[in-house]
């Protein structure tokens, strides 16, 4: 009979005696086990990265990046007697501890230090009523360009303070050291100046060169996105150079000369490129 009333099921029958009992038995399971897996949930940590979020407290890490910055100085001491302020451009290098200690290194290529009196060269590249004379013997129509050009290599120490909960920004303060060259430039583009061909120009260009200190105090500002790090603030330059070629037209020859102090005060800013960050950062919310 059992197997009479079995044949006698067809497909959707069997569907509709087994689905209740199907029902029963995931309800049973759900009420048997849910409690364990809402309490598993509340206590659970979540790991989550909300750097928007005001909760997130960043941790400084131990990073390396290069940058690249711009800046505007004005002269004191020997270099304001001749020149005005300048532009410069240049990379740097800089690591960074996890207590925010950097060492980096830098260059700095200066230009565009226009002359301070136009008649510097009379009564000597010049005549004294400023007109030049060309190959031909006469008064050339021509001009010369004259700026000064400095170039610097510096290492430097530092540390950044945070005054937020960003801990890799703040106030970065930086002491640093290295050399520091300095000459003028002349740029012969008439091509009419015998006076300026190959060496002679030389003795003109005033070229010198010494040790330099440096300081700098401003903000750096660094964010998980690496489009946001930059850095922007004072810097200070303090040299003691003197002539290293051996004859000076101005002046005669270089020997004896001693050194003058010169100073650079101006502006300086960069955007910095993260090339390496190894930090440990774990935010935790609870539900």
């Not at 001491?77 to 740097?92: C, I, S």
């Not at 230009?111 to 005549?127: I, R, W, Y």
């Amino acid at each position: 009979m059992v197997n009479a009333m079995t044949n006698s099921l067809n497909g959707k029958d069997v569907a509709r005696f087994r689905l209740p009992h199907l029902f029963l038995f995931l309800s049973a399971l759900f009420f048997l086990f849910a409690p364990q897996f809402v309490d598993a949930q509340r206590s659970k940590p979540v790991y989550q990265t909300d750097f928007s979020s005001k909760d997130y407290v960043d941790t400084g890490a131990n990073m390396i990046w290069l940058d690249a910055h711009m800046s505007y100085m004005l002269p004191v001491g020997h270099l304001a007697t001749m020149f005005k302020g300048n532009f410069g451009v240049g990379p740097g290098f800089t690591f960074k501890s996890k207590k925010n200690w950097t060492v980096g290194f830098h260059v700095d290529y200066m230009f565009n230090a226009n002359l301070k009196d136009p008649t510097f060269f009379n009564g000597t590249l010049a005549n004294s009523d400023g007109t030049v004379i060309d190959g031909n013997g006469l008064v050339s129509q021509g001009g010369i360009m004259a700026e000064g050009r400095y170039w610097t290599v510096q290492a430097d120490f530092g540390k950044i303070i945070p005054v937020d909960r960003w801990q890799n920004s703040g106030i970065w303060i930086k002491l640093g050291a290295g050399y520091f060259s300095h000459r003028l430039r002349l740029d012969d583009y008439s091509n009419q100046y015998p006076q300026l061909d190959d060496n002679y120009a030389k003795g003109y260009d005033r070229r010198s060169g010494g040790f330099v200190l440096n300081q700098f105090i401003g903000y750096q500002f660094v964010r998980k996105n690496r489009m946001l790090n930059f850095f922007i603030g004072l810097e200070f330059h303090e040299m003691w150079t003197r002539p290293n070629r051996n004859y000076v037209f101005f002046e005669g020859p270089t020997k004896d000369m001693k050194s003058q102090f010169s100073g650079l005060i101006g502006l300086k800013a960069g955007w910095n490129i993260p090339l390496y960050e190894k930090k440990t950062t774990t935010t935790f919310y609870y539900r």
